[in-house]
């Protein structure tokens, strides 16, 4: 499960859109975190197939932090997965690219303090430690350079060993952050934010917030909303995460799993279960889509629709899986 933190600067309406995402309040004065399945019309369709006595959706958790880019909120930021910038954008007022620039400042600024805290420890330890310490110095030298000229850290390029090393000093730069335009009813994205900005009405997705998901659906459509907010925001996060979604099926339960992009059969078998990852054996795999056009796995197989694969198989986006292990 990933968490996403919402930022903004006081009356972005984060708070609004975190109520609206999570169908929840919000208690002032703390972070507010609540865990959401992740929107997936897959499941019902399988669990229908299969008659599943069980449909469990995969799942990530908002946190909303109070009083803008404060060292609380910040501290509470830091352990997310990614960050959700929230900018206000209704009202005649409204200067969306300033509240970006703001949160940008603010954020490099936090990081920067505590890289140039981390630099410092490696240094005091540098003495006696060898070629392991000062590749340590050299890249929190790196890091401090970096957003000592107002630049992300995610924008430059470090190595996979570089970004473990600095994810454990949890810099809010190097996450990938997901902007949202909290717009009025009707409206588009404001020009001048970044290529793939969402445009959210938090105040009128908020009003759907104690609905039923159909009738939340039906009214959000007569405002001209397509898909509801926690849809769009939850694939953009994990666009940004680059996760993808694989599924189990069965009679006891249909159920959603989440993997990064790339992944392998058993790294995919372990987010089911470790043991499933450590006696590995083969994958028994088909698409949701051949799965569903055959109508359940017997008629896919006759097909020649299922496969089986091995250790080396990259798991895609929608792929229906049947592990075989042994422990």
Not at 140 to 161: I, K, M, P, Q
């Amino acid at each position: 499960m990933k968490d996403i933190g919402l930022v903004g600067v006081p009356y972005s309406g984060k708070s609004t859109l975190f109520t609206a995402l999570t169908r929840t309040g919000a208690a002032g004065g703390r972070a507010n975190q609540a865990v959401v399945p992740v929107p997936d019309v897959r499941l019902a369709v399988l669990a229908d197939l299969e008659r599943s006595r069980k449909v469990v959706a995969a799942q990530v958790r908002f946190v909303d932090v109070p009083g803008g880019t404060t060292a609380q909120g910040l501290a509470a930021l830091r352990m997310t997965d990614t960050l959700c910038v929230v900018l206000r954008s209704f009202g005649a007022d409204a200067n969306p690219g300033a509240e970006l620039d703001e949160i940008r400042a603010d954020l490099i600024l936090a990081d920067l303090a505590v890289i140039e805290s981390a630099l410092e420890n490696a240094e005091r330890r540098q003495k006696g430690r060898g070629a392991h310490a000062d590749a340590e110095v050299a890249l929190f030298t790196r890091a401090r350079d970096v957003l000592g000229a107002e630049r992300l850290l995610r924008d430059e390029g470090f190595g996979d060993d570089e970004r473990v090393v600095l994810r454990g000093i949890a810099p809010l730069t190097l996450k990938p952050w997901v902007i949202v335009a909290n717009v009025e009813e009707g409206a588009v994205v404001p020009a001048g934010l970044p290529e793939g900005t969402l445009g959210v009405s938090a105040e009128i997705e908020a009003e759907t917030a104690g609905m039923e998901p159909e009738e939340a659906r039906e009214l959000l459509a007569e405002f001209g909303v397509k898909e509801p907010g926690l849809d769009r925001v939850v694939a953009a996060c994990y666009r940004a995460l680059d996760l993808i979604t694989f599924l189990t099926t069965g009679e006891d339960e249909t159920r959603a799993w989440e993997v990064r992009r790339g992944a392998h059969a058993p790294e995919a078998a372990g987010a089911i279960h470790t043991d499933l990852e450590r006696g590995f054996i083969r994958a028994e795999v088909v698409s949701y889509e051949d799965l569903v056009a055959e109508g359940g796995w017997d008629a896919a197989k006759r097909k020649g629709l299922l496969r089986v694969e091995g250790r080396d198989y990259v798991v895609r986006e929608g792929d229906v899986l049947h592990v075989r292990f042994a422990v």
